[in-house]
Structures are given as C-alpha cells and as structure tokens.
T-cell receptor, first 115, second 112 residues
Framework: DAGVTQSPTHLIKTRGQHVTLRCSPI?????VSWYQQVLGQGPQFIFQ???????GRGNFPDRFSARQFPNYSSELNVNALLLGDSALYLC??????????????FGPGTRLLVL | QKEVEQNSGPLSVPEGAIASLNCTYS??????FFWYRQYSGKSPELIMF????GDKEDGRFTAQLNKASQYVSLLIRDSQPSDSATYLC????????????FGSGTRLLVRP
C-alpha cells in the first residue's frame, strides 16, 4: 500500500505570497496532522484533522489554515509568507483522531523556501 | 523548561557497539512515547512506540520507559553505519492527545 504522499516536494515563494500544500493519508486512515520542522529542531505541531473536523491547533498564527476533504486528503494554506516560514512541512497520517494509541506516520514532506 | 529534552549530540559509537539515546519529558501525565529516525533531508520514520513502564524490544532496537523518572531511552544493538541519523523522541501529552511533542533530536554517528 502507498504511504503518505505530499505535494509538491519543493517550493520557492517570495515574502507576502500564499502557498498551498497537499497531503494524502495512508489508505484507511482518517486523520491528518501537519507539522513544521525548522532546520535543527524537531517537528512542531500545526493542526490535526479527523473526519474532516479540526481536532487541535498548535501555536501558529492565523495565517496558517487547513482543511480536510471527504476523501481524507488535506490542504495546508499559509498566507502572507514570511522568511521565517521557510521549513520542511510534514504531513502525518493516523487511523485515529488522537488518543494515546494514535501512532502517526509521516509523509516525505514539502520543503518551502521563502525569499 | 522544554517539554521534551534530548542531547543534541553527536553521539559517536563504533560499528557493532550499543548506542544509547536518552530523552526526558516534563508532562508527568504523558501516556505514549515514540522514537523516530530521520536521515538528513528526509522525513521522520517511526522506529518504535512504548506505552508501559519497562522494556520493549524489536529486532536490534529496545525502548525503555520509566514514568516515575519521566525518562525514555532507545538502545540500538550492533550499531551499523546505516544507523547514522538523527533520532527524535516524541510524546503525546495528557491534555492534548491529538498531537506529538518532539524533542530536538540526537544525532548518532556510527563509525565503520
């Protein structure tokens, strides 16, 4: 079975622009989480969606938004890009929407560079 | 205090040795603990998860959890150069079970 897929793999934008990142979870998984990983740090939680509902949001500004579609794929949108938004954006898939047994599997990530 | 702390390393061990990676966490109510491996330029790959106190073994990997000391570790036996990577410890906190809290990772170098 295919794992988590993300697109695009790399992206270059300029400050002030908007970006949309896409993710498809593992088949049968209903939960998608988004993380931001800056070089040298661990991933930071942005959002989790389960059954198309937002389950949780991390400490990120309102410029970040997301949604989940009926087929459980997801989009992460970032408006008014800042240089500091340059990072690896990771999508994680799990079969459950949280809970202490919610093992998350990561996709290959989208590397965003903001100039 | 960071929620999940790891020594950044690098931890350098010779091929065939046991590598010991450590992680402490601040939320005493945390229930689930994960180890991910991340090669340079790649995404994190799940190695193991552990929920209960004690040891859990999977092949060359052993995860150890001590909730009283708020400490989780990963042992890699017979280390191989291909094990050279950054190892991320992650915790599901008690008050928000939908997210993983990661440490900054420990870089492991296995010398041939």
């Amino acid at each position: 079975d295919a794992g988590v897929t993300q697109s695009p793999t790399h992206l270059i934008k300029t400050r002030g622009q908007h970006v949309t990142l896409r993710c498809s979870p593992i088949s049968g998984h209903k939960s998608v989480s988004w993380y931001q990983q800056v070089l040298g740090q661990g991933p930071q939680f942005i959002f989790q969606y389960y059954e198309k509902e937002e389950r949780g949001r991390g400490n990120f500004p309102d410029r970040f938004s997301a949604r989940q579609f009926p087929n459980y794929s997801s989009e992460l949108n970032v408006n008014a890009l800042l240089l500091g938004d340059s990072a690896l954006y990771l999508c994680a898939s799990s079969s459950e929407g949280g809970g202490y047994r919610g093992t998350q599997y990561f996709g290959p990530g989208t590397r965003l560079l903001v100039l | 205090q960071k929620e999940v702390e790891q020594n950044s390393g690098p931890l350098s061990v010779p091929e065939g040795a046991i590598a010991s990676l450590n992680c402490t966490y601040s939320d005493r109510g945390s229930q689930s603990f994960f180890w991910y491996r991340q090669y340079s330029g790649k995404s994190p790959e799940l190695i193991m998860f552990i929920y209960s106190n004690g040891d859990k073994e999977d092949g060359r990997f052993t995860a150890q959890l001590n909730k009283a000391s708020q400490y989780v570790s990963l042992l890699i036996r017979d280390s191989q150069p291909s094990d050279s990577a950054t190892y991320l410890c992650a915790v599901i906190p008690m008050d928000s079970s939908y997210k993983l809290i990661f440490g900054s990772g420990t870089r492991l170098l296995v010398r041939p």
